[in-house]
């Protein structure tokens, strides 16, 4: 057996230990995704990060207190997991003075960095949204019988709009998401394989509302060249953290070359302030299928699962609120104590060489993005 079909198995048997609460019943489906480290020196394989969903609220429903999910797509909320991960063994490294399993501590620089012998792999049980989905069914032949025009997390969508296709006439994979509106590139909406275009960055469709996040496609792109790590860590961190292989489950659309297009090679060259680089993980489907992927009947599991190695138990979300929070304790659900008393935005530009990357990659990689509310961003901590 391959690393990649390793990572489908512990990933897969990682999720089928959990409590069953949050995951699917047998009439509904989901999307799961996990981080797995990989020990160097021993060849150990461990799930250290885990979410689940398929659900991103509309711009109306955003909460200025920074009390909602906006995105709990399965890669988004596996993500999400990964960075308390990393903020805990942070914490214990600082506790146990200085010692960890995977970071160290450089007394130069006062920061810390992954050890040597630590790579991250992604896996996931369906091509992100966007920009991935798009591709030929030529690619695919029939082993996908039970899928319709669409990837699935256009799921949400009427499906009385769905296009009827001529059999005779070639035809692709569709994604719900849409491009930005004042993009100059926009989808031609027309039969089979003219309905989408491929390179533009995307919003994630929603019920009715319109969303105001980028797709899955379009945010794993930005890791590839900034880091999944993002900019409150890169502050405690001496570099970024880049994923080393993306993997995706066995049975379900899927086109290596879509996939790299959308993480990588639809963007021009530029080049980054070190220590930022563009740096493109393996792509691999693995022959592991998952039992709660979208069928004909079934319908999506509306709750979200964020698990990270170090959490007592799962958090369970539904709307992108966790189950069991009350309104005087749900603003403080998802935030650090690193310190209470300076607004989300400004501690996210503490960290200037992250910031000023991500300016590049925005306005020359990107090119157009997705402007939200200063207002949303700018939540007290407590």
């Not at 230990?17 to 995704?33: A, E, M, N, V």
């Not at 669409?150 to 035809?171: F, G, H, M, W």
């Not at 309905?195 to 929603?206: A, D, L």
């Not at 049975?251 to 060259?269: G, M, N, V």
Request: charged fraction near 25%; hydrophobic fraction near 35%.
């Amino acid at each position: 057996m391959d690393i990649y079909n390793k990572i489908a198995n512990v990933s897969l048997q990682h999720f089928f230990r959990l409590p069953k609460t949050g995951k699917p019943t047998t009439t509904q489906w989901t999307i799961l995704s996990t981080i797995v480290k990989e020990d160097l020196n021993t060849k150990i394989l461990e799930v250290i990060a885990l979410g689940t969903g398929t659900k991103c609220i509309g711009r109306n429903q955003m909460s200025i207190n920074g009390d909602i999910l906006n995105d709990s797509h399965a890669e988004i909320i596996c993500r999400r997991s990964f960075l308390k991960y990393l903020y805990s063994e942070i914490n214990n490294c600082i506790v146990n003075s200085y010692k960890s399993s995977i970071v160290n501590f450089d007394i130069t620089t006062k920061k810390f960095s992954m050890k040597d012998n630590v790579n991250f792999h992604f896996f996931t049980t369906h091509v992100p949204c966007g920009d991935a989905t798009i591709f030929s069914k030529e690619l695919i032949g029939n082993e996908n019988k039970n899928m319709d025009n669409e990837c699935i997390e256009i799921s949400v969508q009427n499906a009385a709009k769905k296009i009827k296709l001529d059999s005779n006439i070639a035809d692709i994979y569709r994604t719900g998401a849409k491009c930005l509106p004042q993009c100059h590139l926009q989808d031609p909406c027309k039969d089979g394989i003219n309905f989408h275009i491929e390179g533009p960055i995307r919003t994630k469709p929603g019920r009715g509302d319109p969303t105001l996040s980028v797709s899955c496609s379009d945010k794993i792109a930005k890791w590839c060249y900034l880091g999944i790590q993002g900019s409150l860590l890169s502050f405690l961190l001496n570099k970024p953290i880049y994923l080393k292989s993306f993997t995706v489950a066995g049975q379900t659309p899927f086109s290596k070359d879509a996939l790299s297009r959308a993480i990588t090679t639809r963007f021009e060259e530029v080049s980054l302030c070190s220590p930022f680089k563009l740096t493109t993980p393996t792509i691999r489907q693995s022959d592991f299928t998952f039992q709660f992927e979208k069928t004909d009947g079934k319908i999506p599991c509306p709750s979200s699962i964020s698990w990270w190695k170090n959490i007592r138990k799962p958090e369970i979300s539904v709307d992108g609120k966790k189950q069991g929070a009350t309104k005087k304790t749900m603003k403080r659900l998802e935030i650090s104590n690193i310190n209470k008393t300076t607004p989300y935005c400004e501690l996210k530009k503490l960290c200037a060489n992250y910031q000023n990357n991500w300016n590049i990659v925005k306005n020359h990689i990107f090119k157009q993005y997705v402007s939200k509310d200063a207002n949303l961003l700018c939540f007290m901590l407590d």
